[in-house]
């Protein structure tokens, strides 16, 4: 997944974060737009990874012979995927778009088919988001490409009462950012869309 780490720093100093000293100038604050396009689904790349069902689709060749290939597959334990013909292709930590090109080369490169075209799509919901801390059913939400913070927070049964709604933590990848979940109630326009792997963790109050 792709967050660009100036932007996070920039959320960290600015209006969706709390606890920091300096503010950045209203040039450098990132748009909620920017924010959205950085998280919607047909923008993000995804690396695949073991257990993903992917969806194959095989096209340019003759109709009968992309039956034998169109189907569901997952990434094994190993990261490959096993594919018919020319056997297991690695798959784990490429892009839909890498894998694409390593099938499409290795039915050309063993003589299978000529110009074949592969198509590999991921099902988001084989994506969670992992929702933690001071809520009443911590659990791991289903991805949509809708979900932002406190449509996760409410999936996961909402803050206990013991919850500091000031201080929720947002994992994506190496970077963590604070959330005011209490700036976004009063101004909803302010959410964070969520990407797939992100995880969620509420903290408790001091209080």
Do not use: W
């Not at 920017?34 to 003759?62: C, F, K």
């Not at 096993?82 to 080369?105: C, F, H, V, W, Y």
């Not at 059913?137 to 979900?147: A, G, H, I, M, N």
């Amino acid at each position: 997944m792709i967050f660009r780490v100036s932007t996070l720093a920039l959320l960290a100093a600015g209006i969706l974060f709390s606890g920091c000293a300096t503010k950045p100038t209203p040039q450098d604050m990132p748009t909620l737009a920017q924010l959205q396009n950085q998280s919607d689904s047909s923008t993000m790349v995804i690396h695949l990874r073991e257990g993903d069902s992917i969806e194959v689709r095989l096209g340019g060749v003759p109709r009968e012979e992309i039956e034998q290939v169109t189907g569901t597959y997952t990434v094994d334990t190993q990261g490959f995927v096993n594919m018919p013909s020319i056997g297991r292709i690695k798959a784990a930590d490429l892009t839909q778009q890498d894998l694409q090109a390593a099938i499409e080369k290795s039915y050309r490169d063993k003589g299978v088919y000529s110009n074949p075209t592969v198509t590999v799509a991921v099902p988001m919901t084989t994506r969670f988001v992992n929702v933690g801390g001071e809520v009443r059913l911590p659990q791991r939400v289903p991805y949509t490409s809708d979900l932002t913070v406190l449509a996760a927070v409410t999936a996961a049964g909402g803050f206990t009462e013991y919850a500091s709604q000031s201080r929720v933590r947002l994992y994506r990848g190496m970077e963590t950012v604070t959330v005011n979940m209490r700036r976004i109630r009063k101004d909803p326009g302010n959410d964070i869309p969520l990407q797939p792997g992100d995880s969620i963790e509420v903290m408790r109050s001091f209080f």
